[in-house]
């Protein structure tokens, strides 16, 4: 489990995290979201003990990381698929972790194996495409076998196949009993993916939420309606200052709850098919609730 209570991070006269305080538990994957520089990574930093708190704590599993000599049997990241020496091999990379925390050295072969890099361990990683080296950073995470797993944006560089494996990978070590944390700015992801949200912006926190209730938060929720008389009705719900507009054979409500389009539709013997309410996706809903908090707007010439 991580605990993060008031944690705060300045550098100089910018305040990159402010006062959050949030709980990431096991057997779920959280997700962690926010726009560009919400203080995503520096928060991460801070959890992994490279960076230090101007204020507050953050502690894993009732400890900070540092205190731990050997912190891959506790702990396992990958916050840079790049940061790693490009002449090594694969698995010489791993094996220099595997003796620095006292790891057997069998590990090294069993997570290669499990990313798919048996075939790629004698290479040097200099040559490897960012889907491998992403394949890679995740065989590190995995090394120590922890209990606690941190990832931030895992999914770039990864094909379509990398990224069906990547989602099961997550729900697997979740279901497993660990904490597993997911920094991504890919919202059709963690909308697959992710049991609870995290979501900061400019540094403070947005929610901390199951990814169904941040959902529920957006405003643009519509009611999706099937009928054969749907320009009837269509004229009747916008004389009630609804907003409709056809999407394939359903008409998208809003402005009216679905209620209340029942009881339209029965008081003028409009025949239904289809009626139901459609909460705003993760992306809109992200969308709706950061937008205070963008800091970079793209074609914003202010």
């Not at 490009?86 to 698995?91: H, K, N, V």
């Not at 990379?93 to 050295?105: E, F, K, M, V």
Request: glycine share 12%; no cysteine; charged share 25%.
């Amino acid at each position: 489990m991580i605990e993060v209570k008031g944690l705060t991070k300045r550098y100089g006269g910018t305040t990159a995290v402010k006062d959050l305080t949030f709980t990431v538990r096991p057997g779920r994957v959280t997700g962690f979201l926010g726009p560009n520089g919400a203080g995503k990574s520096t928060t991460l930093r801070m959890i992994l003990g490279l960076h230090e708190p101007t204020g507050g704590t953050v502690t894993v599993d009732g400890r900070p990381f540092r205190d731990r000599p050997r912190g891959l049997l506790h702990v396992g990241s990958l916050l840079d698929a790049h940061d790693v020496h490009g002449g090594r091999t694969a698995a010489a990379h791993l094996s220099a972790l595997a003796r620095g925390n006292r790891i057997p050295r069998h590990r090294v072969e069993e997570v290669l194996e499990e990313v798919g890099l048996t075939e790629a361990a004698r290479r040097r990683i200099g040559g490897f495409s960012l889907g491998m080296k992403q394949r890679l950073g995740i065989a590190s995470a995995l090394l120590g076998d922890p209990p606690v797993l941190i990832f931030d944006e895992p999914l770039n560089g990864l094909d379509p196949e990398g990224v069906r494996w990547v989602r099961e990978l997550f729900r697997r070590l979740a279901a497993e009993g660990r904490t597993v944390f997911v920094s991504s700015h890919l919202m059709s992801e963690m909308e697959h993916t992710a049991d609870q949200l995290i979501v900061i912006g400019r540094g403070e926190l947005i929610a901390a939420e199951s990814l169904a209730e941040f959902s529920a938060r957006g405003a643009r929720r519509s009611v999706m309606v099937g009928t054969p008389a749907a320009p009837a009705l269509t004229g009747l719900l916008a004389a009630e200052g609804a907003k409709v507009h056809a999407e394939g054979e359903l008409l998208a409500v809003t402005g009216l709850t679905a209620a209340r389009i029942g009881e339209i539709a029965l008081d003028h013997s409009v025949p239904l098919h289809h009626l139901s309410t459609r909460s705003a996706s993760l992306e809109e809903a992200f969308m709706e609730l950061t937008a205070d908090s963008v800091q970079y707007l793209a074609g914003d010439l202010r």
